[in-house]
Nanobody, 126 residues
Framework: QVQLVESGGGLVQAGGSVRLSCAAS????????MGWFRQAPGKERNFVAS????????YFADSVKGRFTISRDNARNTVYLQMNSLKPEDTATYYC???????????????????WGQGTQVTVSP
């Protein structure tokens, strides 16, 4: 059974940093692009960042570019999202996901992801 488990969320002050982790189990995803999405209350789920299967390429939403980085450790079947210079508008539930097809560079469309974690809440206070 495939599981993605996010961790690392919490309450942080504006300007602070948080590092999210997403550990996958049940199968290896070293050949698959992975992504992070977020959803604020009453809003749709939005793309945040994606990383290629090799970890050599990444793509970010404009709203987080320059503040967030994404990385992966294929040996640990884990992807990370480092979030710096956090703003109150970054408050959301953050989800990690695994792309449907192998060997993709990065994927923005949430419909192209096949496995999702349960989410971890990040709250940024002013």
């Amino acid at each position: 059974q495939v599981q993605l488990v996010e961790s690392g969320g919490g309450l942080v002050q504006a300007g602070g940093s948080v590092r999210l982790s997403c550990a996958a189990s049940g199968r290896t995803f070293s050949n698959y692009a992975m992504g992070w999405f977020r959803q604020a209350p009453g809003k749709e789920r939005n793309f945040v960042a994606s990383i290629s299967w090799s970890g050599g390429s990444a793509y970010f939403a404009d709203s987080v570019k320059g503040r967030f980085t994404i990385s992966r450790d294929n040996a640990r079947n884990t992807v990370y999202l480092q979030m710096n210079s956090l703003k109150p508008e970054d408050t959301a539930t953050y989800y990690c996901a695994v792309n449907q097809k192998p060997y993709r560079v990065y994927v923005i469309d949430p419909n192209e992801y096949m496995y999702w974690g349960q989410g971890t809440q990040v709250t940024v206070s002013p």
